[in-house]
């Protein structure tokens, strides 16, 4: 927990929010760490007690601990699935599971250098099945909810950036002569500060002396306009000249894609060094790499978070500028260059992303606008990345919606269906009862139909006579408010959470059931109910006993699983 806390966090050991276990558990962990399955389910009651530890030593900052409980708590059954998901580990850690898959005591040096020997020797296909481990399977980006078309089109068209580099697009027309250094000349420069109003000085004076601008180089905005408008494609450079593009011409028709093509340019047109003088590989910043990165990550990074403070982003990038450079300069230097960096992300990055439209600042937060978001969906589906937009399935038949939901978080999948049945409110109710009779999600389906409004109860009544269906339906009604709980045996309530659990092992393994487990509550209640899977008749019974007594962190609830299945046994042999 230090080591992320420290290299990959914050650098404050001892302050920790939510969104700081999220982390941890979700993506640290499954990266990086290696466990047996025996003891993944120890992890969380270890992670509490090290942060119990913390608050009595009186140095715990952060969010309350019970707060911090309570959101373990709720973490523990998608941290289990999460650390069994190939997709999410690491390089190293897929090596490992790889050696440790193949039977490779991974303690034994001489046997890990023969393995990975004998890596090297396998066909190229094979060896990158192993090393490419990591991306198996897509990374799964939370979803996100957009408002219509007509709005995203209005914002895209208020977009003072975008306005901006069709105005030069427009002025560039069908050529103007560069320099031989590839700069606009003078007069045009002198044209493009007035008409797109880029707050440019030429022929600067300072008291009573002037600074005659010597080339467009010089205009630090106008020649980041002209640099934007050639990675969005906009305009081009042949021979000499400047010259508008097909799509430059075509600028307005398609707002949304205008803006998108203008936000993946500004990502690639290193918006940073010509305000440091003509020739910008002799005169950027050295930190300039380090912005550049910042550039392109952060997009995603607000993708995530949602919100990002502002001062610890800047921190965040000065820790990474002393971290590459040997900065062995005076304390007034340093403070010098920082804050010349500071300038650097505040103007030339947020401010122009700000002005594009593609992120807010506001109170020291950085927010991305629906427009941000928008654009950043489309560049992580083109990389093979899974990144719904709530209501992208409205048109889909009940077993498609069911199938994408299946892929998503709990609240995710619920906005999902809400939208699905907004579109189609007379007949949601039916098609849903239908995917529950015959579809392949039919539990998914049930749950669906609690969404579906007054229409849902008939329908789910007629599932009751359904094979497979008629405990969950039952439950369903019960729980919905159309029969009374005391219509239900508590065999029948033991047995529903019996095949959910043996469900769950099916989807995402043993561990991530016993987790399952673990959130019914304190450990008194969950041997209860290990207990009373005694008299339970289903088969799956056994292998929930099974897993209980073999991945479950608590010797107590652990021997009572094992003491449980060996009765279960006994007499069955009577």
Not at 255 to 275: H, M, S, T, Y
Not at 371 to 381: E, F, I, K, Q, S
Not at 421 to 436: H, K, N, W, Y
Not at 526 to 545: C, K, P, S
Request: aromatic share 8%.
């Amino acid at each position: 927990m230090l080591d992320f806390k420290w290299a990959y966090g914050d650098g404050r050991i001892f302050e920790w929010h939510s969104a700081d276990l999220d982390d941890l558990l979700l993506s640290y962990f499954p990266r990086n760490v290696t466990l047996p399955d025996e003891d993944l389910l120890g992890i969380v009651p270890a992670v509490k007690d090290f942060l119990a530890f913390l608050k009595d030593g009186g140095v715990l900052n952060g969010d309350p601990l019970p707060e911090l409980i309570d959101a373990l708590d709720a973490l523990l059954p998608e941290f289990a699935a999460t650390m069994q998901d190939a997709s999410k580990f690491g390089m190293a850690k897929g090596l490992v599971t790889a050696m440790t898959a193949e039977g490779v005591d991974i303690s034994q040096p001489d046997a890990v250098n023969r393995w990975i020997e004998q890596l090297n020797e396998r066909p190229f296909d094979e060896r990158a099945a192993i090393l490419d481990a990591e991306d198996a399977e897509p990374v799964v980006f939370p979803s996100i909810e957009l408002p219509s078309e007509d709005e995203l089109t209005r914002a895209a068209e208020a977009s003072r950036a975008l306005d901006r580099l069709g105005r030069f697009a427009r002025y560039v027309g069908d050529g103007r002569k560069l320099t031989q250094l590839g700069f606009l000349t003078l007069s045009d420069g002198r044209a493009l500060v007035d008409l797109l109003e880029t707050g440019d000085v030429i022929d600067q004076k300072i008291g009573a002396r002037v600074f005659k601008t010597r080339s467009t180089g010089e205009l630090a905005e106008l020649s980041l306009v002209f640099r934007w408008a050639r990675a969005a494609g906009f305009v081009k450079v042949r021979q000499g000249w400047a010259s508008i593009t097909r799509r430059g011409m075509s600028l307005g028709r398609k707002p949304i894609d205008d803006w998108q093509v203008a936000f993946e340019g500004f990502l690639k047109c290193n918006p940073v060094p010509a305000r440091y003088g003509l020739d910008a590989s002799k005169s950027e910043p050295f930190w300039n790499e380090i912005l550049v990165e910042l550039v392109e990550q952060l997009p995603f990074g607000l993708y995530v978070a949602g919100v990002i403070d502002v001062e610890p982003l800047r921190d965040d990038v000065w820790r990474q500028v002393q971290a590459r450079f040997n900065l062995l300069r005076e304390p007034w230097v340093l403070e010098h260059w920082r804050k010349t960096m500071e300038i650097d992300i505040d103007r030339q990055i947020l401010g122009h992303l700000s002005d594009l439209g593609a992120l807010v600042v506001s109170d020291g937060k950085i927010s991305p606008t629906s427009l941000g978001l928008l654009a950043t969906n489309r560049m992580l589906r083109e990389r093979g990345a899974v990144a719904p937009v709530v209501g992208e399935h409205a048109r889909s038949s009940a077993t498609e919606l069911l199938r994408a939901c299946a892929e998503l978080s709990l609240d995710e999948s619920e906005r999902e269906i809400r939208r699905w049945i907004e579109r189609r409110p007379l007949t949601a109710a039916s098609e849903l009862a239908e995917a529950a009779r015959s579809g392949p999600l039919p539990v998914m389906a049930l749950h669906a139909l609690g969404f579906a409004g007054p229409a849902a109860e008939a329908e789910v009544r007629a599932l009751v006579e359904v094979e497979g269906l008629g405990l969950h339906a039952r439950m369903w009604l019960v729980e919905h408010g159309h029969e009374d709980p005391s219509s239900l045996a508590p065999e029948m309530l033991i047995a529903a959470f019996v095949a959910g659990l043996a469900a769950e092992a099916d989807q995402n393994g043993p561990v991530s059931a016993v987790a399952r487990l673990m959130s019914l509550g304190p450990e008194d209640e969950q041997i209860r109910f290990v207990e009373e899977l005694l008299h339970t008749d289903q088969a799956a019974g056994d292998d929930v006993l099974e897993m209980i007594g073999r991945y479950h962190p608590s010797k107590t609830v652990a021997k009572v699983a094992r003491r449980t299945a060996f009765k279960r046994r006994s007499s069955r042999l009577r």
